[in-house]
Antibody, heavy 117, light 107 residues
């Protein structure tokens, strides 16, 4: 079974940038569509972005479109979420998860992003 | 955009009790409703997909029902490890939104 591990979170000032990574083990990431989702403190889950297994189709939530970019490097068994122009309401735990037909199957443990001055 | 409303926000129960969680969609989503469990400090895990199908390895005390706009997750007899947050999520239309979650806590 595939295992996912996110990294790259941290404290960043409003307007700043961060790049999150999602590394896979136990299976080949290139076989999977992947979603990024986030969870603000004390709140529910929110879908953020989707990338197909080949990387040829990308989808974004309205709240992040134009600021976030998802990409993947199948040769490195990894994918990335570049986050620019960060705002306080982007604060939360960010998860990557395998995704097929609208179902999230395997989740990473998450990485915390805090946007604050 | 489809909105999912979960109720109650918090459910206070004792081990061995029956838990009934609700998820209501703002428009019909047929059976395309998934449930996830999130234990404290852990990532979510898939419990139920398509309203009533248990994911691999999920014990039979978890069951899901419903169609259209009203869905229910039932835990027949709460075990200590079941005290967690439960999220519903629809896969009928993009974006595949989640509900706000229901916390099942020990009474």
């Amino acid at each position: 079974e595939i295992q996912l591990v996110e990294s790259g979170g941290g404290l960043v000032q409003p307007g700043g940038s961060l790049r999150l990574s999602c590394a896979a083990s136990g299976d080949t990431l290139r076989s999977y569509d992947i979603n990024w989702a986030r969870q603000a403190p004390g709140k529910g889950l929110e879908w953020v972005a989707h990338i197909t297994s080949s990387g040829d189709a990308l989808y974004y939530a309205d709240s992040v479109r134009g600021r976030f970019t998802v990409s993947r490097d199948n040769a490195k068994n990894s994918l990335y979420l570049q986050m620019n122009s960060l705002r306080a309401d982007d604060t939360g735990v960010y998860y990557c998860a395998t995704h097929r037909s609208g179902i999230y199957y395997n989740w990473g443990q998450g990485t915390l992003v805090t946007v604050s001055s | 955009e489809i909105v999912l409303t979960q109720s109650p926000a918090t459910l206070s129960l004792s081990p061995g009790d029956r838990a009934t969680l609700s998820c209501r969609a703002s428009q019909s989503i047929s059976i395309y409703l998934n449930w996830y469990q999130q234990r404290p400090g852990q990532a979510p895990r898939l419990l139920i997909y398509d309203a009533s199908d248990r994911a691999t390895g999920i014990p039979p005390r978890f069951s899901g029902s419903g169609s259209g706009t009203d869905f229910t997750l039932t835990i027949s007899s709460l075990e200590p490890e079941d005290f967690a947050i439960y999220h519903c999520q629809q896969r009928s239309k993009w974006p595949h939104a989640f509900g706000g979650g229901t916390k099942v806590e020990i009474k």
